[in-house]
């Protein structure tokens, strides 16, 4: 990957948990939706309704005697509720950006420096995602870090003339779906089609589902294992090449692509 050189590399990257910190001050951080439940933004209903749902689908998402298929199909039909309840409940653009405006999720030491190197040597980033596309657009404009060469891939809003939510659009991307969502079918496959060196960033074993049906060369997979460790470790070293304990910034990353690219 190295003797390539970086117009051959692109990177492929989860969101939450994975350019963000888990914990948060000792605390596990929300995801990015989840702070719009943990908050009073949207109809006194929306709560009490959204919990219903995570009561309804998490125990299919966890469910080990469920095939992927199953799970993924629950989750497409939770996503796809909960859209509906945020639009009914008065989410608005203006809501989402009060609340990234909040700083509640930190992204993790390093990260912005990362986002940096990764600009500056024009080294396409590919942010795939369940949490909404906006906000993490939000979240990275916030920081200066809303660059070209960064793409998301993740549920992206519709809104009216006011900024009123009023639906999501396809395709919707969530935890258990990514080997479905074919890189192909996205425009920024033109930017990364000959780009066949790719590091992978991820905190969930799914996450490596992100490279499905892309013809790479070489593939460097890191995987951040941020809780339940002894439960996790071995599954985790099978599935990712290197895998960072205990929710640590980015400098083994940046590091690592300093000694590549240097």
Do not use: C
């Not at 492929?12 to 963000?20: A, G, P």
């Not at 689908?57 to 989750?75: T, V």
């Not at 859209?83 to 912005?112: N, P």
């Amino acid at each position: 990957m190295a003797k390539d050189g970086p117009e051959k590399l692109h990177v492929l990257s989860d969101f939450d948990r994975t350019l963000l910190r888990a914990f948060v001050d000792g605390q596990k951080s929300p995801s990015v939706i989840a702070q719009i439940r943990n908050g009073k933004y949207l109809t006194p209903d929306y709560a009490p309704r959204a919990h219903a749902l995570f009561d309804k689908y998490r125990p299919i998402e966890l469910d080990p005697n469920l095939s992927r298929a199953e799970k993924s199909k629950a989750m497409h039909e939770w996503w796809s509720e909960h859209f509906k309840l945020l639009a009914e409940s008065g989410l608005t653009k203006q809501v989402m950006q009060k609340i990234v405006a909040t700083k509640t999720l930190k992204f993790r030491d390093g990260a912005l420096e990362f986002l940096d190197f990764l600009h500056e040597r024009n080294i396409p980033l590919v942010i795939m995602s369940g949490a909404p596309g906006d906000m993490i657009a939000m979240y990275l404009a916030q920081e200066g870090r809303l660059y070209d060469n960064v793409y998301i891939i993740a549920p992206f809003l519709e809104f009216d003339a006011s900024g009123k939510m009023i639906g999501v659009k396809e395709p919707i991307v969530h935890a258990l779906n990514k080997y479905e969502i074919i890189l192909k079918d996205f425009p920024v496959f033109e930017k990364i089609k000959n780009r066949q060196n790719v590091l992978l960033l991820g905190d969930s074993l799914d996450d490596v589902g992100m490279v499905e049906g892309f013809d790479y060369k070489n593939m460097l997979k890191i995987g951040f294992l941020n809780e339940k460790v002894e439960e996790n470790l071995e599954k985790f070293k099978e599935t990712f090449d290197v895998v960072l304990l205990g929710d640590p910034g980015m400098e083994y990353i940046n590091n690592l692509l300093r000694e590549m690219f240097a």
